[in-house]
Nanobody, 122 residues
Framework: QVQLVESGGGLVQAGGSLRLTCATSGVTFSNYYRAWVRQAPGKEREFVARINRYGDKASYADSVNDRFTIWLDNTKNLVNLHMDKLKPEDTGVYYC???????????????WGQGTQVTVSS
């Protein structure tokens, strides 16, 4: 059984930092393409950051580029997201997602965590 469990969310002031971690079990971690996706209140889910299964190619939403960093820790089956210079518009539920075959869409991700709340106050 595949499980993804996020941690690290919380309340932070604008300009601050948070680090999210997603622990994975039940799969061969290195076979999966990983992503962080967020959903703000009243809005659709959107990609925040994506990383390939080897951990050597990442991409970011324009809104977070140069502020967020995604990376893998294959030895510990973790995917991390460091968020810096946070803004109120970064507020939302952040989900960790995984898929073996990335098709370019959020819907194409097969496995999801339960989400962790990030709230950035102004």
């Amino acid at each position: 059984q595949v499980q993804l469990v996020e941690s690290g969310g919380g309340l932070v002031q604008a300009g601050g930092s948070l680090r999210l971690t997603c622990a994975t079990s039940g799969v061969t971690f290195s076979n999966y393409y990983r992503a962080w996706v967020r959903q703000a209140p009243g809005k659709e889910r959107e990609f925040v950051a994506r990383i390939n299964r080897y951990g050597d190619k990442a991409s970011y939403a324009d809104s977070v580029n140069d502020r967020f960093t995604i990376w893998l820790d294959n030895t510990k089956n973790l995917v991390n997201l460091h968020m810096d210079k946070l803004k109120p518009e970064d507020t939302g539920v952040y989900y960790c997602a995984a898929t073996r075959y990335y098709d370019g869409t959020i819907a194409g991700f097969d496995y999801w965590g339960q989400g962790t709340q990030v709230t950035v106050s102004s």
